[in-house]
């Protein structure tokens, strides 16, 4: 009996399995909740329906009755419009003859005001040409006067450049220089052959005897007393064949010039004040073969473009050509 005791043993853990039933009746009672809240919100949800349903179908018969009164007023007022129409038609006629009565009133009045407006207009144009016309007449005598003076600074200076190139062209003679005057211009052209070799910007002994004795005479002509003031400019030009690039020849014809340039203002014959007027006066320009000079058939003539050119520019030179721009604009 004892052993029968001393073997026998109960379950291990016995409340494990109130546990589990303890947990699944919980999430039961919390699904039963759940379903419940459910199912309690959906009938909230058709409760309020069904309420709202009611009071729509209440306002829909409002609005029934509301729109039959409506419909009576409106039938009421359109017997006034009726009546009323008749009167407006009465009126309309009555108020087209006031119309016509006013219409012809305003032509009246339009046109007498028109007359008075183009009356005023006229004499206020009047007015104002008249004094355009005296303005225009001070502005004219002013111009005349101005053109006047310019015309006779022009003349001056235009006298001036003819008797330059007068007494270059006998100075030259004088001095047996062979130089080619410009008759127009007063350009002196210079063979370059005399001064350089091909391609070089070295003068020549041949070409510095010979602006030896031409800067002096060319000189004694520009420094007159009656020419100083007017030469604004003096100008020595290097001239190429058309062998050769442009930009080759541009260089040569520059350092060509240059070179001339600068014998001159050495030169031991000139004066203290003939060198100081030539530094002021004197620019030394390469033209490279843009100006070369032609034969009879339209060929470059290679060794007459090969040359220097002495060019002088009178003060003023600009304006002349302005002016006589205008005076010839205002001749035609």
Avoid at 22 to 50: G, K, N, P, R, T
Avoid at 150 to 158: E, F, S
């Amino acid at each position: 009996m004892s052993r029968q005791r001393r073997g026998y043993r109960g379950p291990r853990g016995g409340d494990n399995g109130a546990h589990w039933i303890s947990y699944s009746d919980m999430m039961a009672s919390l699904l039963l909740v759940f379903v419940l809240a459910v199912v309690y919100s959906v009938y909230q949800y058709y409760s309020m329906l069904e309420i709202k349903t009611q009071q729509l179908n209440e306002q829909q018969l409002e609005l029934d009755r509301a729109t039959i009164t409506l419909v009576q007023r409106e039938e009421e007022l359109e017997a006034a419009n009726v009546t009323l129409m008749g009167k407006q038609e009465e009126l309309a006629a009555i108020q087209i003859q006031l119309d016509e009565q006013e219409s012809d009133l305003k032509a009246a009045q339009s046109a007498l005001l028109t007359k008075e407006e183009e009356q005023a207009l006229l004499q206020l144009q009047l007015a104002e040409q008249a004094d355009k016309l005296a303005a225009m007449q001070t502005v004219l005598e002013a111009q005349k006067s101005e053109m006047l003076t310019q015309q006779k600074r022009i003349d001056d200076l235009i006298g001036v450049r003819t008797q330059i190139i007068e007494d270059l062209s006998e100075a030259l003679n004088r001095s047996n220089l062979r130089a080619t005057v410009d008759p127009a211009t007063g350009d002196i052209v210079l063979d370059s052959a005399v001064f350089f070799d091909s391609n070089s910007s070295s003068i020549k002994d041949s070409g510095r005897e010979l602006l030896s004795r031409f800067l002096p005479v060319y000189l004694s002509v520009l420094m007159q007393d009656e020419y100083v003031d007017f030469v604004g400019e003096i100008i020595i030009e290097g001239h190429t064949d058309t062998a050769g690039s442009y930009i080759i020849n541009l260089k040569l014809s520059q350092n060509r010039a240059l070179s001339v340039a600068e014998y001159c203002l050495q030169l031991p014959s000139l004066s203290g004040n003939q060198r100081t007027l030539l530094q002021d006066l004197l620019t030394a320009k390469g033209r490279s073969y843009s100006d070369p000079v032609y034969n009879s058939d339209g060929s470059v003539n290679m060794d007459q473009s090969r040359r220097v050119e002495f060019k002088f520019r009178l003060k003023d030179s600009e304006m002349i050509e302005e002016m006589n721009r205008i005076l010839s604009q205002m001749e035609e």
